[in-house]
């Protein structure tokens, strides 16, 4: 396999794209223009691509303990020291991007990459797991309005329902994982919380997420269809988990894409 893809198929890959979904989704619904909207996607995707990479190369061991033929770093395809390289260069590439936008924009990015590598080279494995993606997901938004030409700090309802999306993801994201990682010793807190707690965890979360930015919007139409939306997903997150934990991923993740889609829609008056 090309290093190269082998790198890529490294990075998880959806997730990734997903997240570059949102950001860039949210500098369009921000009102940044076209080439401050390129600037911010190539800043979000490298510094998933980063921490993608390294989560990876920092499970290598365990990944081939647990037989995971499937992950190319722990299949030989990629040496971990390249993959630490690349993911080195990726986090610069991110950080000297947004740097180009604002130093707002540039402070977000550094908290959402801090996080990242801050849970995959210590945090995982405690209950303190999910303040990674608490304060990774809160500063998504503010690179977005950190790329406008007066770059500002997000609202606070968007940073509120950011922050809480970024933990139903967290919960929802180990599901498919959940035995081998307990099996392996990892104790974080969707470990500890098992599949019921996630579940029922990413039901709480999901319309608190929607109110928190409806709240913020003050009532917009738009933010009270997204809530809605979010509400409603919250019984067929849990009957879905049962069955797939990625399904429930997909799930919490679907409705991501509809509020930053009630962002946009609205013209950036919920940011």
Same mark, same amino acid.
């Given at each position: 396999?090309?290093?190269?893809?082998?790198?890529?198929?490294?990075?998880?890959?959806?997730?990734?794209?997903?997240?570059t979904?949102?950001?860039?989704?949210?500098?369009?619904?921000?009102?940044?223009?076209?080439?401050?909207?390129?600037?911010?996607?190539?800043?979000?995707?490298?510094?998933?691509?980063?921490?993608?990479?390294?989560?990876?190369?920092?499970?290598?061991?365990?990944?081939?303990?647990?037989?995971?033929?499937?992950?190319?770093?722990?299949?030989?395809?990629v040496?971990?020291?390249?993959?630490?390289?690349?993911?080195?260069?990726?986090?610069?590439?991110?950080?000297?991007?947004?740097?180009?936008l604002?130093p707002?924009?540039?402070?977000?990015?550094?908290?959402?990459?801090?996080?990242?590598?801050?849970?995959?080279?210590?945090?995982?494995?405690?209950? *303190?797991? #999910? /303040?990674?993606?608490?304060?990774g997901?809160? !500063? @998504?938004?503010?690179i $977005?309005?950190? &790329? =406008? %030409?007066? +770059?500002?700090?997000?609202?606070?309802?968007?940073?509120?329902?950011?922050?809480?999306?970024?933990?139903?993801?967290?919960?929802?994201?180990?599901?498919?994982?959940?035995?081998?990682?307990?099996?392996?010793?990892?104790?974080?807190?969707?470990?500890?919380?098992?599949?019921?707690?996630?579940?029922?965890?990413?039901?709480?979360?999901?319309?608190?997420?929607?109110? *928190?930015? #409806? /709240?913020?919007?003050?009532?917009?139409?738009? !933010? @009270?269809?997204a809530? $809605?939306?979010? &509400? =409603? %997903?919250? +019984?067929?997150?849990?009957?879905?988990?049962?069955?797939?934990?990625?399904?429930?991923?997909?799930?919490?993740?679907?409705?991501?894409?509809?509020?930053?889609?009630?962002?946009?829609?609205a013209?950036?008056?919920?940011?």
């Amino acid at each position: 396999m090309n290093p190269v893809v082998a790198l890529l198929r490294s990075s998880h890959p959806g997730p990734t794209l997903v997240v570059t979904a949102l950001g860039t989704g949210l500098a369009v619904a921000a009102g940044a223009t076209p080439a401050a909207v390129l600037l911010v996607a190539a800043a979000v995707l490298t510094n998933q691509l980063s921490i993608g990479i390294a989560n990876d190369m920092v499970d290598a061991p365990r990944d081939l303990a647990a037989g995971r033929r499937d992950k190319p770093i722990a299949a030989g395809l990629v040496a971990r020291r390249t993959a630490l390289i690349a993911a080195l260069a990726l986090a610069v590439a991110s950080l000297a991007i947004a740097a180009a936008l604002s130093p707002v924009a540039l402070i977000a990015d550094a908290l959402l990459l801090v996080g990242g590598w801050l849970y995959d080279l210590a945090l995982k494995a405690t209950p *303190a797991s #999910a /303040l990674c993606y608490l304060v990774g997901f809160a !500063a @998504l938004p503010s690179i $977005a309005t950190g &790329a =406008l %030409a007066e +770059p500002r700090i997000a609202g606070l309802g968007a940073t509120v329902a950011a922050a809480l999306l970024g933990l139903a993801a967290h919960l929802a994201n180990v599901l498919p994982d959940l035995d081998d990682d307990r099996a392996a010793g990892v104790r974080g807190l969707p470990q500890r919380l098992g599949r019921a707690g996630c579940l029922v965890g990413c039901a709480v979360l999901l319309p608190a997420t929607g109110v *928190a930015l #409806a /709240l913020g919007a003050g009532g917009h139409p738009l !933010a @009270l269809v997204a809530a $809605a939306v979010a &509400a =409603l %997903a919250a +019984p067929a997150v849990v009957l879905v988990g049962r069955r797939s934990g990625r399904g429930a991923f997909r799930i919490v993740m679907s409705v991501a894409l509809v509020l930053v889609l009630a962002l946009v829609l609205a013209g950036g008056a919920l940011l």
